[in-house]
C-alpha cells in the first residue's frame, strides 16, 4: 500500500547546527503534507504544513521543502536547540486521512 | 492539549474485560479521530468521525468501536481487550479534512 517513509531513523546533531530530516512518500495525488514533532509522554504537535502548489515554507526557524517529482519532502531546523529533541513525523494527508510516518528521532548534543 | 482532552490517562486492565476512552473537545471541530502508537508502527488510524453519527474505519480497525453521539465527544471501546491491544491511544481533532490535527495527551492502555 501507500506510506509515507523517512530515510534516517535517528539524526544527532550539535547543539547551534541546522538539523535536516527527510522524509519520502509514495503517492504523487498527495496535496498536502504536514511534519509534527513529538516530545517524550506528549501528544504529537504541529510543526508546518507545505501544500502541493508550493515547494517551500518558511515559519520560525524551520522550513519545509517539497520536491514533488522526486516525491521527496524535509524539515529544516536552523540553530538546532535542546529543546527541539523529539521525534519528528512526516504526514501526507490523503482524502480526509493522515498517514504518518514512522518518525526520525533528532538528538541534539550540547 | 487546548481544546481537546483524553481520559483516563493511564489504564491497566485484564485480557477480556471491555475498555472505553474517551475524547472531549471544546473547539467544535467536525473531524475526530483515534490512533494508536506503537514502536516501529508510528501512528496507525483506528477510527474517525466525520460528524456526529458518522464514523468510519481506519487501518487497523478489528477488536475497536467507537461513537459520536455529540460534536465533542467520540468515544473508543475495546469490546474484549487483548494484549495485543496494549498501546498509546491518541485522538485528534480537525476542522476541516484538508487542514492539519490537533492531537491529545494520549492514553497509556496496559492489557495484562
Known amino acids: 500500500g501507500e506510506s509515507v517513509g523517512l530515510h534516517l531513523p535517528t539524526l544527532s546533531v550539535q547543539e547551534g547546527d541546522n538539523s535536516i530530516i527527510n522524509c519520502a512518500y509514495s503517492?504523487?495525488?498527495?496535496?498536502?503534507f504536514i511534519w509534527y514533532k513529538q516530545e517524550s509522554g506528549k501528544g504529537p504537535q504541529f510543526i508546518i504544513d507545505?501544500?502541493?502548489?508550493?515547494d517551500k515554507r518558511q515559519g520560525q526557524r524551520v522550513t519545509v521543502l517539497l520536491n514533488k517529482t522526486v516525491k521527496h519532502l524535509s524539515l529544516q531546523i536552523a540553530a538546532t536547540q535542546p529543546g527541539d529533541s523529539a521525534v519528528y513525523f512526516c504526514?501526507?494527508?490523503?482524502?480526509?486521512?493522515?498517514?504518518f510516518g514512522a518518525g526520525t528521532i533528532l538528538r541534539v548534543k550540547s | 492539549d487546548a481544546g481537546i482532552t483524553q481520559s483516563p490517562r493511564h489504564k491497566v486492565t485484564e485480557t477480556g474485560t471491555p475498555v472505553t476512552l474517551r475524547c472531549h473537545q471544546t473547539?467544535?471541530?467536525?473531524?475526530m479521530y483515534w490512533y494508536r502508537q506503537d514502536p516501529g508502527h508510528g501512528l496507525r488510524l483506528i477510527h474517525y468521525?466525520?460528524?456526529?453519527?458518522?464514523?468510519d474505519k481506519g487501518e487497523v480497525s478489528d477488536g475497536y468501536s467507537v461513537s459520536r453521539s455529540k460534536t465533542e465527544d467520540f468515544l473508543l471501546t475495546l469490546e474484549s481487550a487483548t494484549s495485543s491491544q496494549t498501546s498509546v491511544y491518541f485522538c485528534?481533532?480537525?476542522?476541516?479534512?484538508?487542514?492539519?490535527?490537533?492531537f491529545g495527551s494520549g492514553t497509556r492502555l496496559t492489557v495484562v
Open positions: 485528534a481533532i480537525s476542522e476541516s479534512e484538508t487542514y492539519g490535527y490537533t
Open positions: 503517492n504523487s495525488a498527495s496535496d498536502y
Open positions: 507545505i501544500r502541493s502548489n508550493m
Open positions: 504526514a501526507e494527508n490523503k482524502g480526509n486521512k493522515l498517514v
Open positions: 473547539e467544535n471541530h467536525r473531524y
Open positions: 468521525s466525520y460528524g456526529v453519527k458518522d464514523t
